[in-house]
């Protein structure tokens, strides 16, 4: 009975990932990535918190509460996605079987990490740019006053018994109107 617990006792398993050097470089490797990414997404988050704010209350009319609002569920929103981002692009492919291939497999993640973080910041300032210039667009004083007014139409219509207006009458410069010239 106790001849299986000493056999998992003295599998590489249970020894961990220290007692092969290849595994220790590919743990110290994922162990690095994690601090790093997580790191970095929690300095992000805390910038764009802070940074932001300012920004959401012009967007919302000087409304703080909305703003702190929106502000919050922002950033829950930027960890759920930079952080599942991270998880999800964790696994190597290749063994790290060194120290610089170890450094070379983390910095080619921190790269991607870094490009989804700044993807994810300039796509929240696009869309928060659109609304700031849409809330503008209402407060925005109304379009040039027209210069001339277009002719009152004839009550009567078109097809009445005055014979004039309808239709024709308002395009054609009240040229209906006026006798041809003559012919000479």
């Known amino acids: 009975m106790n001849q299986p ?3 998992l006792a003295a599998s590489p398993l249970a020894a961990g990932p220290l007692a092969d050097p290849a595994g220790s470089h590919q743990f110290y490797t994922y162990l690095a990535y994690l601090v790093i990414s997580i790191g970095l997404t929690v300095w992000v988050a805390r910038t764009l918190n802070k940074g932001g704010r300012v920004f959401l209350v012009d967007v919302f009319d000087a409304n703080e509460e909305l703003a702190d609002s929106v502000n919050r569920l922002l950033v829950v929103g930027f960890y759920l996605l930079n952080l599942g981002f991270v998880s999800l692009f964790m696994k190597q492919r290749e063994v790290v079987q060194n120290a610089v291939g170890g450094i070379e497999a ?3 993640k921190i790269g991607a990490v870094l490009l989804v973080l700044g993807a994810v910041h300039f796509l929240n300032l696009y869309v928060f740019s659109r609304i700031r210039r849409r809330a503008s667009l209402r407060h925005a004083p109304p379009p040039v006053p027209p210069t001339s007014m277009l002719p009152e139409r004839d009550p009567s219509g078109p097809g009445s018994a005055s014979g004039s207006g309808g239709f024709g009458a308002a395009f054609d410069g ?6 041809k010239p003559s012919q000479a």
């Open 5 to 7: 617990i000493l056999a």
């Open 106 to 108: 983390l910095s080619s």
């Open 174 to 179: 009240g040229l209906g109107s006026k006798a």
